[in-house]
């Protein structure tokens, strides 16, 4: 079972502060607190947040050229000065200022350019997201022989590029997880073992258990412009949904699938058994391959494992049980309650769904629904509060300088611009600094930090 959503990390069996590693702490940061680059729509909400941030920039030099008169009427009010003096300080001070806004404006020009190479990645994950719901929903209407097909290409680019991404980041132990597990499972079901009833009743109780309840229990959500949110709403709600075609829509199944020949009804007590072997099966794998053998790597802080982020989930109702467990019986403890949510998720499957082809409509409805619902919270809440921060202090800014100009006018300006000039210099920035490069505001997206994420726990 994998998570879609992350939560600050706390000691793990007392080990002790200081446990997790640079890469965990990236990575609890990433979903919860990416710095993402839209406020009000899927792509008008780029612009705005990247113009918040040339706004403020503009406020932050206008500020900076407001102290510049201010110290020039100062001079003028404290020292008498004689005029070439003056000029000599001033064009100073002018060309100290020219210099810093070159480098501001570089350092922006900078960020221009990635703020772009990000925006088009995303373009990219927002099209393959909208594609493929689209191609799955067209599929199953017209060719639902071909779905099991679509799971398994688009298996075979997501899970190795979220290899490599997670790799990356030091995140790799969360691919040894059970959705990918269940998922390699399935690949080996379709193309390799079609006949085999009992490898078939594993995946399917599997499928429709502990990967489409992840769904819920681990918020995952519908974000199509996030590559790493849409990889692991696909490794756990394309599984159920090709296994509910092959049950239910697949015409002539049985010549596909032959071992559904043997299954025109599941037993529920070995249906279980089943699925429950193979869940051990790869939970001892689990512990043996990370929590023994690779112990010393984790309790360093080199490496982060979905087991350990569970346990030190104080927020979470696991991280809250386990805190009352003793530190000696926590990982057994975890371990059987696992076990006994896997079997207890199967539970529909087992007697209602695959019988019922439309309780499974229902239930897939359902789980995509919850997926949606996460979604629309995504974009509505986390980018509607980032909005309001950045548009908060545009306001900070500018009313700051409107007051410090207010009862202030510099001698060197009054030669040629009178107060209400002054003013309306404060009050529109942009008049201001006409010298500043414009910048479209349409090819504008600064993006995150895999902050995350997910964040970014997804796996």
């Known amino acids: ?38 406020a009000f729509t899927l792509l008008d909400t780029v612009e705005t947040y990247f113009d918040s941030h040339v706004d403020l920039i503009q406020r932050k030099l206008q500020k900076h050229s407001d102290r510049l008169k201010l110290k020039a009427e100062e001079t003028f009010k404290i020292r008498d000065l004689s005029g070439d003096l003056l000029t000599e300080n001033f064009e ?25 190479v990000v925006r088009t990645r995303e373009k990219v994950s927002f099209f393959i997201g909208v594609m493929s719901l689209l191609f799955a929903a067209l599929m199953f209407g017209m060719a639902p022989q071909w779905v099991h097909v679509a799971y398994t290409v688009q298996g075979l680019y997501l899970l190795p590029l979220r290899f490599y991404q997670y790799k990356k ?56 412009h996030d590559q790493d949110k849409v990889t692991s709403l696909f490794v756990h709600i394309y599984a159920p949904f090709t296994f509910t075609v092959i049950r239910h829509f697949y015409p002539n199944a049985e010549q596909r ?55 030190n989930d104080k927020r979470g109702a696991i991280g809250r049980a386990l805190s009352s467990v003793p530190p000696a019986y926590r990982e057994a403890s975890f371990m059987g309650g696992q076990l006994i949510y896997a079997i207890l998720t199967e539970i529909p499957a087992v007697f209602l769904l695959y019988r019922s082809p439309f309780w499974s409509g229902v239930f897939l409805i359902s789980i995509f629904a919850v997926s949606v619902w996460n979604g629309g919270g995504f974009y509505i809440e986390v980018f509607g509060r980032k909005f309001e921060r950045e548009l ?30 002054i003013s309306s210099l404060n009050s529109s920035p942009e008049k201001g600094f006409e010298m500043l490069p414009q910048v479209s505001s349409s090819d504008s997206s600064p993006d995150i930090t895999p902050s995350e994420s997910e964040s970014k726990k997804d796996a």
């Open 1 to 38: 079972m994998t998570s879609g959503n992350s939560r600050p990390p706390s000691p793990l069996l007392g080990l002790g502060k200081g446990y997790f590693s640079v890469p965990f702490e990236r990575f609890a940061r990433d979903d919860s607190t990416s710095d993402w680059a839209s």
């Open 92 to 116: 100073r001070e002018i060309k100290n200022f020219k210099l810093r806004l070159s480098t501001r404006m570089t350092t922006l020009a900078a960020s221009w350019q990635s703020a772009k």
């Open 169 to 224: 980041r030091a995140w790799h132990y969360f691919l040894f997880d059970l959705c990918y597990y269940v998922t390699i499972l399935n690949f080996i079901y379709f193309w390799f073992l079609p006949s085999s009833p009992a490898l078939f009743v594993a995946c399917y109780c599997l499928s429709h258990g502990s990967l489409a309840s992840a769904v819920i229990t681990w918020r995952n959500s519908l974000v199509f």
């Open 257 to 311: 699938f032959p071992a559904l020949r043997e299954l025109p009804y599941l037993d529920p007590v070995k249906a279980l058994m089943l699925s429950g072997g193979i869940y051990m099966i790869w939970q001892f794998l689990y512990w043996k391959f990370l929590l023994v053998d690779r112990r010393a790597k984790i309790a360093s802080g080199q490496r982060t494992t979905s087991f350990s982020f569970l346990l």
């Open 392 to 421: 908060e202090a545009l306001r900070k800014e500018l009313a700051e300088s409107t007051t410090r100009s207010s009862g202030a006018s510099t001698p060197i300006l009054s030669r040629g611009t009178s107060d209400t000039d």
